[in-house]
C-alpha cells in the first residue's frame, strides 16, 4: 500500500490560504465566515502485517496441489504413479510446497493446508508475505482515515508548521487516548481497503503508536465548518461531520474580528481611501478596484482571489469584463508553465473554473495559446502544442 512521508518541508504541507478560500467560495450554497489553519492531532499506527499475495503457479506445482487436493493421493509413491515420474521429483515438489505452507506431513499422509486449498480453487499461487505499513486515526474520535487522505496528505511529528513564513498553523489538541480497539475494529471491517487496509491481509499487530499532526483549515461557515487538507480539492467530508461539534466549540472561544473594520483598514493602508467594500450574496467581502492596477500594482493572480487578515477574507475585483478574462488566460497559462497541467481535459477545467470565478464567459484553450503566441511565450505555446 502506498504510505505517506512522515514529514516534508512546510511549503509543501498544505496549499496557500488564499486557495481554500477560493475553494469555498466556489460552493454553492455556503456562507463562508472566517478561516483557521490549524493542526490536529492523528493517531499513527505502525503494524506488521501478514499479506497474502497471489502469484502465477509453476506447472508441476499446481498439478501436485489439485492431485492431493482433488484425486485423494496423498503419499509421495502415489503421486509418482500417477504422473510417471522419479519419486525424487515429487519429493523436491512436495518439500516446496511445505515450505509455502500449501502442504503439510503427517507421517507419510500428506494434505494441503487452507491456504494450499484456497490456491487450487483460484487457481493461482497464494503466498503469505510479512510487511509493515502505517495507517492513520482521528485523535478526537478514533474514526480512521480513508485512502484518499493517504496520497498527498502530509503528517507531521512536531505540532509546529508556518507557511512560506507567514501562515501560521495552531494546534488543537486531544486529551484522548489512543483506543487499541479501533485498530481491531477496522481490521474487522468489510470495507476496510476504503481505509487503506488491503483485503489480502491475513494477520496484523501493532509495533508503534504515535501522536502526529494533520495540517488542516477549518473554514467557518453559517451552515457547520468546513475542513480542508491538502489531499483533497474540496472540503474533507469525513473530517467536516466528525469533528463538526468539536470544531463548533473551538471557533466559538476565538472572539471574531470586525471584517469591514480590519479592511478598510487595509485598503486605507494601501492607498485606497476611496474604495468602499460591499457583501456578495454569500456574505463575503468584496473590493472593487480600478481595472488598471492588474498585471502592474497587483499580480494577475490576485484578481478575483482574496487576501487574508485575522482569520478574514476579501476579494479582489474590478468591473471590467475584459480584464477580468485576461486574468483567466493569464493565471491559466502560469499554471501551465509551471506543470501544473499537462492534458487538455486538466486544462479545460481550470478555464472553466477560473472563468467561474471571475465572473467571465470560458476561453478555449485554443484561445490561451493565441494568447501565449501573442505574448511570444515560447515556454508556454511548446507546452500548449503537446498537450494531448
Not at 73 to 80: K, V
Not at 337 to 364: K, M, S, W, Y
Amino acid at each position: 500500500m502506498s504510505q505517506p512521508p512522515r514529514r516534508a518541508p512546510t511549503p509543501d504541507a498544505h496549499v496557500p490560504q488564499n486557495r481554500v478560500v477560493e475553494r469555498v467560495n466556489a460552493l454553492p450554497g455556503v456562507q463562508p465566515l472566517r478561516i483557521f489553519p490549524l493542526l490536529l492531532p492523528v493517531w499513527g499506527v505502525e503494524i506488521k502485517t501478514t499479506i497474502r499475495e497471489a502469484q502465477p503457479y509453476e506447472v508441476f506445482d499446481q498439478y501436485l496441489s489439485r492431485a492431493i487436493a482433488e484425486a485423494g493421493l496423498n503419499d509421495l509413491p502415489s503421486l509418482a504413479g500417477f504422473f510417471g515420474v522419479e519419486p525424487a521429483l515429487v519429493e523436491r515438489g512436495v518439500a516446496f510446497l511445505t515450505t509455502i505452507g500449501h502442504a503439510q506431513r503427517a507421517g507419510e499422509q500428506l494434505t494441503l493446508t487452507d491456504l494450499g486449498h484456497r490456491s487450487v480453487a483460484d487457481g493461482c499461487r497464494y503466498v503469505l508475505k510479512e510487511d509493515r505499513q502505517r495507517l492513520y486515526f482521528d485523535g478526537f474520535t478514533g474514526a480512521p482515515m480513508p485512502r484518499t487522505h493517504y496520497t498527498g496528505t502530509v503528517w507531521l511529528d512536531s505540532p509546529e508548521l508556518k507557511l512560506n513564513g507567514r501562515t501560521e498553523f495552531h494546534v488543537i489538541n486531544s486529551p484522548a487516548p489512543f483506543r487499541p480497539d479501533s485498530l481491531d475494529q477496522l481490521l474487522r471491517r468489510p470495507d476496510r481497503e476504503d481505509f487503506n487496509v488491503p483485503l489480502t491481509l491475513t494477520d496484523a499487530a501493532p509495533l508503534e503508536v504515535t501522536k502526529e499532526w494533520l495540517p488542516v483549515y477549518v473554514v467557518e461557515c453559517v451552515q457547520s465548518p468546513l475542513v480542508f487538507i491538502k489531499a483533497l480539492d474540496g472540503p474533507d467530508p469525513l473530517l467536516s461531520r466528525v469533528l463538526a461539534p468539536i470544531l463548533q466549540d473551538v471557533l466559538a472561544a476565538e472572539v471574531p474580528a470586525d471584517a469591514e473594520r480590519v479592511w478598510r483598514e487595509w485598503l486605507d493602508g494601501t492607498g485606497f481611501h476611496d474604495v468602499s467594500t460591499h457583501r456578495l450574496p454569500n456574505g463575503t467581502l468584496r473590493a472593487t478596484l480600478p481595472a488598471r492596477l492588474f498585471g502592474d500594482q497587483f499580480g494577475w493572480a490576485k484578481l478575483g482571489s482574496f487576501e487574508t487578515r485575522k482569520h478574514t477574507f476579501l476579494q479582489l475585483w474590478c468591473d471590467d469584463a475584459a480584464v477580468r478574462r485576461r486574468a483567466v488566460l493569464v493565471r491559466a497559462g502560469a499554471i501551465v508553465r509551471a506543470g501544473g497541467i499537462r492534458r487538455r481535459d486538466e486544462l479545460t477545467a481550470r478555464l472553466n473554473e477560473l472563468a467561474a470565478q471571475l465572473e467571465v464567459t470560458t476561453p478555449h484553450p485554443h484561445e490561451l495559446l493565441v494568447h501565449a503566441r501573442a505574448e511570444k511565450d515560447d515556454l508556454l505555446v511548446a507546452a500548449l502544442e503537446i498537450m494531448a
